[in-house]
Every structure is written in C-alpha cells, then in structure tokens.
C-alpha cells in the first residue's frame, strides 16, 4: 500500500513549517555553508560562518590571498583544509563563469568543487524551489525504518525511490520535515517510537510501540 498521503499529511500536521538550519544571507552563502556542513552538524557551521560571513563579506573575499583567514574561521570543522580550497576554487569558478550566479542545474551545480548529488540537491531545493529530495543521514535512517526503502539502498537510490514515491507531494517540505523527524523523535540510538506521528505506518516502530 501507498502510505505517501498519510505520511505527508500526518508531517504536515506535526511540523507545519519549516526553515533552513544553515544561517546565511547571500545566496553562495547558502552554498558555502552546505560545502561546509560535510561530516559536521549545522551548528558547528552557523557557529563558523558567523565568524567566516564577516570577515568575507564578498565572494571576491574567497581567494587564495585570504586562505589563512578562511582556514583560521573554519578549522572547528572536519576536513577543513579541503574545504577551505573548495570555498576558493567554487568562489573563482562562480565568478568567471557564472557572473556571479549560482547555477540553476544539477549538472552544472555538481561539477563546483565540494559539491556532489546531496549538496546539489539542497541548494536548488532553497534557492530555486526545485522540488527535489536530497538524502542526508536523517532522511536515510527515517526512511529505511518506514520501510519506504531496502536497507542496502545508498542515498542515491534512496532519493530516487523516495522522489517517485512522493511524486504528487511538495518534496522540498518534506525534505525539511523527514529530517526534523529524525532529529526530533527518530533519532538513531533511541527513537522515542511513542511519540511519532508516522508510528501507524512504520515497519520498524511498530514492534516497539
Ligand atoms: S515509529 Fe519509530 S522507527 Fe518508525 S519512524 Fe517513527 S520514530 Fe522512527
């Protein structure tokens, strides 16, 4: 059986709303912080680009000439010193290709350096409503318990099975509200199964209920 209305209605009761975690106020800030967020949790990054958005207040700001600067405001991040150069080299690529603009397509969005098929996905859900469904490890861990998908699926798969089968619902919702569920309730060592909206229809939950 198809559980999709079910699901998005009961989400859409339990978190109406919905924002971004990631601070920003520019559009490659938006994507700079989601670069950043590889492997760390978004308030250790709300915590740097604090410090990193002032500091460079342009995306000129984002050279070579100002690495030590860059690297000084990010090294309480995972894997800074990649992703210190891929600030730099998306920065120029932005610049001399794109006119400053962050491209409006996948294919193009997934050849900047430290982006890859999540990020990408991320980025157009927020900037161009894109209507997609970007797989982070909340959403992975949610949908697998569901059952929406097999527990061998990797993301990339998962955000294709998980597109179709919300095919006639807002995806950039629920997006947002799949990893509020897995913050809030469907945590990974012990998801509080009583307290969930989606309890009814969970593979997994409902032995533990
Ligand atoms: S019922 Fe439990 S395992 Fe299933 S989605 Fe909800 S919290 Fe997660």
Redesign the pocket.
Known sequence: MNNSKYIFNNLKKEYPTYHTFLNYSKDYEFLFAVILSAQTTDKKVNDATSILFKDLPSLDDYSLKNKEIIINDIKSLGLYKAKCNYLIDSSSILINKYNRKIPSSREELILLPGVGKKTSGVVLNELYHANLFPVDTHIER?SK??GLVKEKDIPDIIEDKLESYFDMYDKVYLHHAFIL?GRK??SSSN???H?????KV?????S??
């Open positions: 949610v318990r569901l569920l309730v469907c998801p509080k199964c307290l969930c909206p989606l309890k969970c593979k997994k939950g409902v533990s209920v």
